[in-house]
């Protein structure tokens, strides 16, 4: 069993570099498909969630070479379109292939994907917008089967600005016949990310980043490149540790508009840091004052980053509220926290932080990937030996996060046992 041991309370200094999104890059290897010849995608995370996906990619008949953080992807030879259970249930993602799949050869089998859990995340919107383009979708049990005769541009607008339904059915959308028109879409920077790469390939995406989005069908993709944008919320998770022990914590490579919200949010707090063109260099911040937040869609304060920023929260001189708008689960940390020595009452999406508390290393589990990275950042700001379980989840989402924090001057150490 994997674990992660950190003996907490050394300050940290040093440069800490972001690699690409982990949200983005899972949506764009999956886009791949589309693509009648192949495409190069840079700057991919080394996270085990790029790996199930090319284990999928390679199931369906794509030849990938991977080159460091660069991955080429031959798609001209896909004669698979069914991705079986085990590797659909690996994580979140995996429902991209439906999108792809479906608008370049009509037909997909899947099965609902797996990922955190964090709430029931039902993709109806998906679905009803596969629909509303002329596919029949077939459910039994947790097997989808998507078919169409032709798919055909449509108008609609979404129920909710979902991630993940926006990007499968723009890549839904890429060939069908004709004008589809997206209402309501999501505006996450990870959707202009996949806009630009199929763009890049000749689709016709347009108004990507913004909450009306039009695609003009094309028939073919051909040869492309993309560079998957950095990752905003590892950036934001190593961030909010330079202001708990940080001494000119350096955090480079980083979009700043991507963390306004974030930024905006750590002045409301009292906490200073020097930002600049692609960096952001943080230190320790000995007078938190506690704040509200809540959680909301871009531009809004991203889901992501609530749990580790509850860490923060409890370094704070007094009482903060939290709540969680966007999934229904997503407090299974706090009794970890707690056990550390937090005084957070919670309930299902909201919670009460009462700080500042003193950390004491103890045994502790990752319940998802973002509740795993606030048990790391825990362990870091608390006195003694804390041990993490259950890192799968962590590693999923953070390129190499233990020698990233070793290199900033931390005791944490990765065991295999
Ligand atoms: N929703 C529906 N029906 C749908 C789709 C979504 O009800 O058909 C609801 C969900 O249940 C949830 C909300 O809408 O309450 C948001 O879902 P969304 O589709 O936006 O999220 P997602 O695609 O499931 C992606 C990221 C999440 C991130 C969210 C929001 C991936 C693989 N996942 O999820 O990332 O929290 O967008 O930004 O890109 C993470 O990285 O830790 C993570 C969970």
Redesign the pocket.
């Known amino acids: 069993m994997k674990k992660i041991i950190i003996n907490g309370g050394n300050t940290l200094s040093g440069t800490i570099s972001i690699n690409g999104a982990?949200?983005s890059a899972?949506?764009l290897l999956p886009a791949s498909v589309l693509c009648d010849e192949s495409s190069n995608i840079y700057n991919v995370p080394n996270i085990s969630d790029r790996d199930v996906l090319i284990e999928i990619l390679e199931k369906l008949n794509c030849n990938v070479i991977k080159d460091e953080d660069a991955i080429k992807i031959d798609s001209s030879k896909v004669i698979n379109t069914r991705i079986p259970m085990e590797l659909s249930k690996k994580?979140?993602?995996s429902y991209y292939f439906m999108g792809s799949l479906l608008s370049r050869f009509k037909h997909v089998e899947i099965y609902f994907p797996g990922?955190?859990n964090?709430?029931?995340?039902?993709?109806?919107?998906?679905?009803k917008g596969f629909e509303a383009l002329g596919a029949k979708v077939q459910i039994k049990g947790d097997l989808y089967t998507i078919d169409a005769e032709e798919l055909n541009g449509a108008n609609m607008t979404l129920?909710?600005?979902?991630?993940?339904?926006t990007i499968n059915i723009m890549l839904a959308a890429v060939k069908a016949k004709g004008r589809t028109i997206i209402r309501n879409a999501?505006r996450?920077a990870?959707i202009v990310n996949v806009a630009t790469y199929l763009n890049n390939m000749g689709a016709k995406i347009s108004g990507a980043g913004t909450s009306v989005i039009r695609i003009d069908g094309v028939e073919y993709l051909h040869k492309g490149m993309v560079e998957v944008i950095p990752d905003r919320?590892e950036a934001g998770t190593y961030i909010i540790l330079g202001a708990m022990i940080g001494d000119n914590l350096k955090i480079e490579n980083i979009i700043p508009e991507h963390i306004d919200a974030l930024l905006s949010k750590l002045t409301d707090m009292k906490i200073k840091y020097i930002l600049e063109e692609n960096s952001v260099t943080i230190s320790k911040c000995n007078d938190i004052r506690p704040t509200n937040l809540k959680t909301a869609?871009?531009p809004g304060f991203?889901?992501?980053m609530g749990q580790p920023m509850m860490v923060l929260l409890t370094q704070a001189n007094g009482v903060s509220m939290f709540e969680e708008t966007?999934?229904?689960n997503r407090m299974g940390h706090v009794k970890y926290l707690n056990k550390l020595g937090a005084n957070i009452k919670n309930g299902n999406t909201n919670a009460v932080i009462i700080g500042p508390s003193k950390f004491y290393g103890t045994e502790v589990e990752a319940t998802?990937?973002?509740g795993g990275a606030a048990m790391v950042l825990a362990g870091l700001i608390a006195e003694g030996t804390t041990t993490i379980t259950s890192i799968e989840h962590i590693l999923r989402?953070y390129d190499n996060i233990i020698e990233k924090l070793r290199n900033v001057g931390a005791d944490i150490k990765l065991i295999d046992e």
């Not at 964090?118 to 679905?127: A, L, N």
């Not at 129920?159 to 339904?165: L, R, Y």
């Open positions: 982990k949200n899972v949506a994580m979140r993602a990922g955190c964090i709430g029931k995340r039902p993709i109806d919107i998906h679905i129920d909710f600005a979902s991630v993940g339904a999501a996450e990870e919320i869609v871009f991203v889901t992501d966007i999934y229904e998802d990937l973002r989402g």
